[in-house]
Structures are given as C-alpha cells and as structure tokens.
C-alpha cells in the first residue's frame, strides 16, 4: 500500500506545476491560480491517492486540463512569458553580449510560445523537465510514439523559426 502524503508528495511539484501551467497559458497570474487549483483538486481527491500509479503524473495531468480550460474560456487572449527567466549570461561578458544573449532567449520564447499547445506542452515536459516519453504520454493521454513526433516537430520548428529570424532580422 502506498503512503502518499501533500506536504512531502505532492507540494514539491508545485514549481513544476507551475512552469507547465505558465507554458500553457503563457501568463504568470494564471499560471499561479491555476497550480492553487490543481493542488486543491488533487487535495479533494486524496481518497483515491492508493489507486493512482503516479501522484506526480495524476497532478500534471489535472494541471494540464485546467490550463487548457482556462485558455479556452479567456479564448486566447494571453500574456507573452517575459518574466520567466533565461539561461544567464557570463558574468565576465559585456553589455553589448548580454543584451544579444538576452534577446536570442526572448527571440526562443516568443518562438516556442507560437508552437500548438500539444507540442508545447511535450516540449516542456521532456526538455525542461525532463520527463520520460512514457510519463508524458500518460500525463497528456497520447502515445509515447505520439509523444515523440510532437518534441520533434517542436524541435524544428524552434530551430528553422530561429534561424530564419537570426539570419534575416525580423
């Protein structure tokens, strides 16, 4: 018999939580909801933790849906994801470099936040926080091979978009 507990199970996922929601929905403040609401729902169903295979996956996929959701009934009408935070720049380079670093990471942002919400959301899952194909699969109900065909379709759509604004400007 499994021992899940909130404090020590599910509320350290509340960051991963969070970046899932923030990728969906692409606004902080309903992101921020929308992980109080998952881990509510989650809560409500603590009954049911001993028959769950995977209480991490159990909440993504709440968390996905609500995002979902939510973005369905504000039709779309959302924030770009200017406060998340980028790879930081060396500490020894100058201003003029950092500036370049700071707009290639905004250029990736605004790129993967245009992707379909399903290669979004495989994106975020697999490179960001590194989930296996099989997790994901469960988290979001598609194939693993489903899974797969998403990341790589996201890959090369970051890669040909950037290139094509990095060479040619916007």
């Known amino acids: 018999m499994k021992n899940i507990s909130f404090r020590d199970d599910v509320l ?3 960051n991963e939580l969070f970046r899932l929601a923030l990728r969906i929905t692409l606004n902080r ?6 992980v109080q609401d998952t881990l509510i729902k ?10 769950i295979d995977s209480i991490e996956a159990f909440s993504l996929t709440i968390c996905r849906n609500l995002s979902l959701d939510r973005i369905k009934r504000k039709e779309n009408n959302n924030d770009s994801l200017e406060d998340v935070k980028g790879a930081e720049p060396l500490a020894s380079s100058n201003p003029q470099d950092r500036m370049i670093q700071a707009d290639r990471v905004g250029l990736i942002k605004q790129i993967v936040d245009s992707l379909p919400e399903k290669q979004r959301s495989c994106m975020q899952l697999r490179d960001f926080e590194g989930k296996s194909y099989k997790e994901i699969a469960t ?9 797969k065909v998403n990341i790589f379709r996201a890959r090369q759509a970051v890669k040909h978009k950037y ?4 060479n040619y400007g916007l």
């Open 163 to 166: 290139m094509k604004l990095d």
């Open 42 to 51: 989650v809560w409500n169903r603590r009954s049911d933790w001993n028959d």
């Open 139 to 147: 988290i979001l109900d598609i194939t693993e091979e489903q899974v």
């Open 29 to 34: 403040f309903e992101a921020e909801d929308i």
């Open 12 to 14: 350290p996922l509340k």
